[in-house]
């Protein structure tokens, strides 16, 4: 990832608009800022929530709040608390989320 074109900025995530996406069940919402290439997300899950999707997209993602559950497609899993983070190449390791207590995470892909 090069980070170029990006003046200088301040982002309050409290006024950015919010988008929602349904998972197999629950939902996240989505407060997204995208930096020319960079997308950055501060992302909400709903307690219950499961992607309804195997994620084959690069990501570095933090846990700030809440507990994240994560699986891989081979069948690996990780529970991460706040605090963790992990990290995945594009086209890596397809990956899936879901929460049973709700979670709070920051995003950049």
Same mark, same amino acid.
């Given at each position: =990832?090069? =980070?170029q074109?990006?003046?200088? /900025?301040?982002? &309050?995530w409290?006024?950015v608009?919010?988008?929602e996406?349904?998972?197999?069940?629950?939902?996240?919402i989505w407060r997204?800022?995208?930096?020319?290439?960079?997308?950055?997300? =501060?992302?909400?899950?709903?307690?219950?929530?499961?992607? &309804?999707?195997w994620?084959?997209? /690069?990501?570095?993602l933090?846990v700030?709040?809440?507990?994240?559950?994560?699986?891989l497609?081979? /069948?690996?899993?990780?529970?991460l608390?706040?605090g =963790?983070?992990?990290?995945?190449a594009? /086209?890596a390791e397809?990956h899936?989320?879901s929460?049973?207590?709700g979670?709070r995470?920051?995003?950049? &892909?």
């Open positions: =990832m090069k =980070m074109n990006i003046p200088f /900025g301040v982002t &309050d409290n006024n608009e919010t988008t996406h349904p998972g197999d069940s629950g939902r996240a997204t800022r995208q930096f020319d290439d960079i997308r950055v997300r =501060m992302v909400e899950y709903s307690p219950g929530y499961i992607a &309804d999707h994620c084959s997209k /690069g990501h570095i933090l700030l709040e809440g507990e994240l559950h994560t699986q497609q081979d /069948g690996r899993e990780f529970t608390k706040a =963790m983070s992990y990290q995945v594009d /086209g397809p899936r989320s929460t049973q207590t979670v995470l920051f995003i950049v &892909d």
